[in-house]
C-alpha cells in the first residue's frame, strides 16, 4: 500500500469571534497517500479553500489534528512550516496571487530564491517550467499585461518550480473557458511533479529526531 502523507483527523476550523463566529469546517477527515490525485467539490462557501490552506500550511486548524508524514504540524515551528511551504508543497491560489511589479519569469523563479538556489539555475529552470505551460513568448511581461488563463499558467509554473511532494491547487481552473481548462488540466496531471517524499521526510524526522530528544 502507498505512504500515507497527510492526514486530517477531525479537523475543525471556526472564523470570527463570539456571536460572528463561522463554522467553516466541522470535524473534516481525510487521508493523502502518495501519488494520489484528489478533487475536493462543493458549494461556494462550504470550505474547500479554508481546507485546502490547512492542507497546505497556509493556516492552523482551531481543531483537530493534522499530520504530514506522521507528524502534526502543530509540533512544528513557524520557520519550519515556512520551509516546507517552500520546498515540498506547490501552491495555485484561487486568485493567483502574482507580484503585479514582477514579471512572469521573476514570479516563477521567486521560490528558488527561497530556496537557495543559484541564478542561472533559476532562469534555466523558471525559462522551462513558463514553456511548459505555453508562455515561452510572454515571459517578460508584468501580470497586468497578460490574460487571466495566462496568469493562472504563471501560477502553475510557479506552483511547480521547486518539484514539491505535494501539488494544491485551489480551482486553478474556476474562471476559464472549457478548452483552456482542458489544457491546464493537463499541464496540472502531467506536471513531472515530484511525488517522491524522500525530502519532506527528512525535514519531519530531523523534527521527530530532536523531539525525541526532548
Ligand atoms: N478569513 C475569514 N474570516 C471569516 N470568515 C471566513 C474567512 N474565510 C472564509 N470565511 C467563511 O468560511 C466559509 C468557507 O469559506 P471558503 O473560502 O473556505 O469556501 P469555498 O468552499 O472555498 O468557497 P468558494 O467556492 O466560493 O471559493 C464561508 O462561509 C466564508 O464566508
Ligand atoms: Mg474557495
Do not use: W
Not at 471556526?14 to 460572528?20: A, F, I
Not at 473534516?28 to 494520489?36: F, T
Not at 492542507?55 to 492552523?60: E, K, S, V
Not at 513531472?192 to 529526531?209: A, G, T, Y
Amino acid at each position: 500500500m502507498s505512504k500515507k502523507v497527510a492526514s486530517l483527523e477531525n479537523i475543525s476550523k471556526t472564523y470570527g469571534k463570539e456571536d460572528l463566529t463561522v463554522k467553516a469546517l466541522d470535524s473534516v477527515n481525510l487521508e493523502i497517500y502518495k501519488g494520489d490525485y484528489l478533487a475536493v467539490m462543493g458549494a461556494s462557501g462550504s470550505g474547500k479553500s479554508t481546507a485546502m490552506n490547512i492542507i497546505g500550511c497556509l493556516d492552523r486548524p482551531s481543531a483537530g489534528i493534522y499530520k504530514l508524514n506522521g507528524i502534526p504540524i502543530e509540533n512544528l515551528s513557524d520557520d519550519e512550516l515556512a520551509e516546507i511551504r517552500n520546498q515540498k508543497l506547490g501552491f495555485v491560489f484561487q486568485q493567483f496571487h502574482l507580484l503585479s511589479d514582477a514579471t512572469a519569469l521573476e514570479n516563477v523563479t521567486l521560490p528558488m530564491i527561497y530556496a537557495g538556489i543559484e541564478s542561472d539555475q533559476r532562469l534555466e529552470r523558471g525559462k522551462n517550467a513558463l514553456k511548459k505551460v505555453g508562455l515561452a513568448e510572454r515571459m517578460n511581461n508584468r501580470p497586468n499585461q497578460l490574460s487571466g488563463g495566462q496568469q493562472q499558467r504563471v501560477a502553475i509554473a510557479r506552483a511547480i518550480i521547486n518539484n514539491p511532494a505535494i501539488l494544491l491547487a485551489d480551482e486553478p481552473t474556476g474562471a476559464l473557458d472549457s478548452k483552456t481548462t482542458e489544457e491546464l488540466s493537463s499541464i496540472l496531471s502531467n506536471s513531472e511533479v515530484n511525488f517522491e517524499i524522500e525530502k519532506i521526510e527528512r525535514i519531519l524526522d530531523s523534527k521527530s529526531k530532536s523531539m525525541n530528544k526532548n
